[in-house]
């Protein structure tokens, strides 16, 4: 049996870009002579279709379009995930299913079991699980039919569910499993998506057979990386990442396979691809070109800025640079270089003029209150009002710089450098943007050494540092990273050594920093364990605070 | 048997306040000579808890306080809402119960079987399912104990879950039904809620004690409204709603109860209080006093600061005047007569000065473009600079004062006039907005007549009318009202005699503005769709853009 895996990028709810590529892989199957032909879950409708989910309109035009499908089924066999309607009135009105399509027909159809409602995920808020289990036989084999989590609940001693799906359908004998998947990217989602297909398979000893998603849906990447493995546990074939692919294997080979053709997974590339990945379906999905950065000549708009370039070209991305009366000469000229480093258009407009006048309108009312916050606020909005126009005026879409341990603790400006229409290092910590920009630099300096390497400032008040109100980043990283990754609470923390003052000092100041969180543009998620739809938390809320 | 309701205002992860409002509530209960006491659902960390209880140390916490609400069940009973661990490996780590403490002890726990995960509701992100069921014989008397959501999914032909859980306990025979409840207000609630639970007591025949929570968590609001009924269907009290209140009752008069005690409901006066709560509790939670709104003299900030007034006082209310040259002369004379009415301090700060400075620092860039949105939002952004530049020097957060309608179709600038901390009329559709205005005039012009009357204008370039662009408001909400409150397609609108083009033009407005909604403030919720956490759409989806 010859069989096609598809690993496509889709768009959420854009049923007729989606059906074209399906259709369009479909007959590249065809031509290969394939006897089935895989695609992703949920693949009409793009993933996840969240609340649209709710409309029954928007349910209906995707039915439309999975008939369009059935009807390809043509000489070919298809296994593509799309939703299905729920027979009985009790329980939610949808399944998470996968659909076996054959000569123009609809054969078999396989509920998902497994609703993953964590972090990102909100499945059961539209579907029902499923309780039937059935495999389906094509020429011969008798396939496991699987959507996504169905395989992920294996070998924990605390698993999140109470049946499983494999389990059930061993009863029936299977030869092979196929998982179609919508599985998004981590830095460590791949190995750890590698680990739970073994499991399986070493646990059931058949082939499996899995297609993911390729492409970004704004926050959420999905890496690609399909995989084929072997009845033995070794990787028979693994699909490219962060890329759209097609690939033929034939299932007897595979039976018989014996060495691992697994690939190399490095942290920092991997998050690097993402990024530029994120950035162009951002772009490209939302049907605009340009990007305006505003570059201080410190290290996160440097690296924000090198990585729009590589994700949408050096004609389309441009830099602002706005130094203010407290702006340090490197920092002009650090940021002068990055543009040209990175070949891009740049303006300078100096601020303190705007901040002059912003000081004079509020004179009578400030009188001669002393110098504050407020005053540091007032340049980082005056900043994001000129970006912001810029943005207008020309069509650029602002892309936010602020790093992950920024955005934490609240080291930041509601509407002033926590504008922008995307953020494109939001999680990623400061350590890591370090690490990213060297990365950046491998082969060619882009980011200027000394934007890596001065004292991250943000030059709102004279001399002023990140270190003054902040512990060293890699101190804060680590406490940041048991919080938000590890959901540790402050005893653990402190126990495992860092000091009781400075914990405290640190949770409170993620918590109490939440309502700006609130406001902020959605963040490129690298890690398990994002700020936005995955990490949910009362603004309100006491704890810690 | 004497029973307490104790319908109170808790506060997210404050255990200590929470905990010592539930024990002063036992002591009036016992002081009172009743025999049980009961709360609401999830009491001692409030209710929604969201991803702390994601962190072990908040769990912790919890039942430490738990056992304290246990030691104080001397002499009296508690009926209260708490989580409690699943023994189990098996599913989630929690369940969403109900506990019956007596003599210092656990005498019974009862686990939330429905668990709503839809709209603002997360549950089975947390919690698992309960699938077994038992009643308490308390004094002689069998009690069926439920959570909220269990007693909800009644007289529906499409059931949203497939098990009742009332159906099973009534096998045992109870004498009556407790609810603890957090269920939160929209302004249909009230009565479906007690046609929720006049079904449940035609169904089972037997009385049913329903315990709320009231007070404001960010956007939701708990409007109490608890309430005892008879066997035969009538109210026998409902208790206030928008307030704390602890009532006892009499069981045995209860069971031969005949007269119905249920209160008017009107729909503007349940939306006033609520958002005058929704705007106290944001306050008061967060260790806030002051409030600081933008006055354009138009009908929007002139409500929401009528409200605020109400809700925190005119000396804590601020207002500040930002006219441009676009400003028409009745712009200030409304708004400084709306402080005047009020009684509220005011300052007035030109805009043309700070709008003049942007222009020419960007005129290089910009030479000779002719004046476009981009200038329109220059001008809101300046205002959005100077308020919050207010906020910061005197600590008065700013209220935002975009209405609905305006928030659905992106009618607003993202940084400029849709600031804020909190939203006060994002739920309220811009006609809505009219009544309320009249409702809060009702007995005193509070609102200036002019400000009600005159044609809506941003006033952000010559003779701008929100008509130029927009449709009249009665049309433009309706289209709204059939496609976010009751997700109708484009299809079913448009045969409800809505013309077209503007129903294809108004969705399309919709989803694009996604984007814009997702940095935007939390909107105190009063409708069964909110904008929020209630609503998760796709920034990059295609669906009708």
């Known amino acids: ?80 995930g799309a939703h299905s309607r729920n027979p009985v009135p009790e329980g939610k009105d949808l399944f998470n299913s996968v659909y076996f399509l054959e000569n123009q027909e609809v054969k078999f159809v396989q509920h998902k ?6 972090d990102i995920f909100d499945e059961y808020r539209y ?36 049946v499983s799906p494999l389990d059930q359908m061993m009863l029936k004998k299977p030869d092979f499993i196929i998982n179609v998947s919508a599985s998004p990217f981590t830095y460590n989602h791949a190995k750890d998506r590698l680990g739970v297909i073994k499991a399986n398979v070493n646990k059931y000893k058949i082939p499996l057979l899995y297609v993911n998603h390729v492409g970004a849906q704004t926050e959420i990447i999905f890496d690609g990386g399909s995989v ?25 080979a595979v039976m018989k396979s014996e060495k691992s053709s697994e690939q190399e997974k490095n942290k920092i590339a991997l998050i690097h691809d993402a990024i ?76 303190k003029d705007i901040y002059k006048v912003v000081e004079t309108q509020l004179k009578p009312i400030f009188k001669d209150l002393p110098f504050n916050v407020t005053e540091e606020n007032i340049q980082a909005r005056s900043r994001g009002l000129l970006l912001m126009a810029m943005s207008n005026k020309f069509g650029n879409i602002l892309l936010n710089t602020s790093n992950k341990s920024e955005m934490a603790v609240g080291y930041g400006t509601l509407y002033g450098d926590l504008c922008g229409g995307l953020s494109v290092l939001a999680d990623i910590y400061k350590t890591e943007v370090f690490a990213l920009s060297r990365f950046v630099n491998k082969e060619n300096v882009f980011i200027p050494i000394n934007s890596i390497e001065k004292p991250p400032s943000a030059e709102l008040r004279p001399n002023q540092k990140d ?60 890690s398990n364990k994002a700020f936005g739809m995955g990490r949910r938390m009362p603004i309100v809320g006491k704890y810690l605070s």
Not at 113 to 118: D, S
Not at 127 to 152: M, R, S
Not at 296 to 312: E, K, P
């Open 276 to 351: 530029v990945l994120g950035i162009k379906d951002y772009f490209n999905k939302l049907g605009f070109k340009k990007a305006i950065i505003g570059l201080s000549g410190g290290i996160d708009s440097a690296l924000t800025c090198a990585l729009a370039v590589r994700a949408l070209g050096s004609d389309n991305v441009r830099g602002l640079l706005m130094p203010s009366q407290y702006s340090s000469d490197h920092s002009v000229a650090d940021a002068v270089q990055l543009s040209k480093n990175l070949g891009i258009q740049y303006d300078i407009i100096e601020i």
């Open 127 to 162: 579907f029902e699980p499923n309780t039937e289990f059935d495999v389906f036989e094509f020429q011969g084999k008798k396939i496991a039919l699987t959507v996504c989590e169905d395989i992920w609940d294996i070998g924990n001693e605390n698993p999140l569910y109470k």
């Open 467 to 526: 270190s003054d109100s902040l512990p060293d980043y890699d101190i804060l990283d680590q406490i940041l990273f048991q919080y938000i990754e590890k959901q540790k609470g402050p005893k653990e923390i402190i126990k495992m050594g860092f000091d009781e003052k400075l914990v405290r000092r640190i949770l409170r100041l993620v918590n109490i920093n939440e309502f700006k969180r609130y406001q902020t543009a959605p963040a490129l998620r690298v």
């Open 228 to 252: 084929v493995m072997a009845p033995n546990g070794t990787v028979f074939h693994e699909m490219n990442y962060f890329e759209e692919q097609q690939t033929s294997i034939e299932l007897s």
């Open 1 to 80: 049996m010859k069989i096609s895996l598809a690993q496509l990028n889709y768009h959420i709810g854009n049923f007729e870009a989606n059906t074209s590529k399906i259709l369009e892989a479909v007959k590249n199957a065809k031509q290969d002579a394939c006897d089935l032909v895989i695609f992703g879950e949920l693949a009409i409708t793009g993933y996840p279709p969240r609340d649209f989910l709710e409309f029954d309109d928007f349910i209906i035009q995707a039915e439309e379009y999975l008939q369009k499908i059935v009807t390809a089924a043509d000489g070919i066999a298809i296994v593509i």
């Open 113 to 118: 079991t497994l609703l993953p409602t964590y």
